[in-house]
């Protein structure tokens, strides 16, 4: 080692040939997978392995995990953060693969001012119930999707009952006297 490039690391510098990597995931098919994303984030919560995407990139990684052998998307949900965090919406997407083992959590951070992302029928069929449930109750709604209508609340319903700024509402409760049994 060069006297120059000692005294940069005792500085504190990094050597510009010396480039910090990424963590990636130990399991060779979740590494090899998020790899090719440069904007793809992964941590572990839980014991569960996260990926975290930009909501450009989420039909691209669907395809290229069901390629990878995620066979199986089993949950497409979100999360309202409202006033807990800049980005208001998160939205949360489970993928199983039974060949390899093992699940995928995708998670997209979603403005508020913009709450749309990309569709994931065109890969997996199944999610069609999960996004129409998602743009009914989030009111985030789903580019290319089929039939982006409302699948649990009436059609003529006005917002959206999980978001954290929408009305509890309330039930008037009637209470009959009370009878002492003698």
């Known amino acids: 080692m060069s006297e120059m490039a000692s005294d940069q690391e005792s500085e504190g ?17 979740l590494a090899s997978l998020i790899e090719p994303f440069d904007d793809a ?6 014991g569960q392995d996260v990926v975290v995407l930009p909501r450009a990139q989420l039909r691209d990684f669907a395809a290229a995990a069901k390629a990878a052998g995620f066979e199986m998307c089993v949950d497409v949900t979100a999360v309202d953060h409202h006033r807990a965090r800049r980005e208001r919406f998160e939205l949360v997407v489970n993928l199983v693969s039974q060949r390899h083992g093992m699940r995928l959590r995708i998670r997209l951070i979603i403005p508020a001012d913009d709450p749309t992302v990309p569709s994931l029928v065109s890969i997996y069929p199944g999610t069609n119930f999960f996004e129409r449930e998602v743009f009914d109750m989030f009111g985030i709604s789903f ?3 089929p039939d982006m209508t409302r699948i649990l609340m009436p059609d ?7 978001r954290k700024d929408f009305g509890v509402g309330s039930v008037p409760v009637q209470f009959k006297e009370s009878h002492q049994v003698t």
């Open 13 to 29: 510098e990094v050597h510009p040939l010396v480039v910090e990597s990424r963590p990636l995931p130990k399991a060779t098919v």
């Open 156 to 162: 003529d319903w006005q917002g959206h009952p999980l």
């Open 143 to 145: 580019d290319d999707h």
């Open 41 to 46: 984030a992964w941590e572990l919560s839980f």
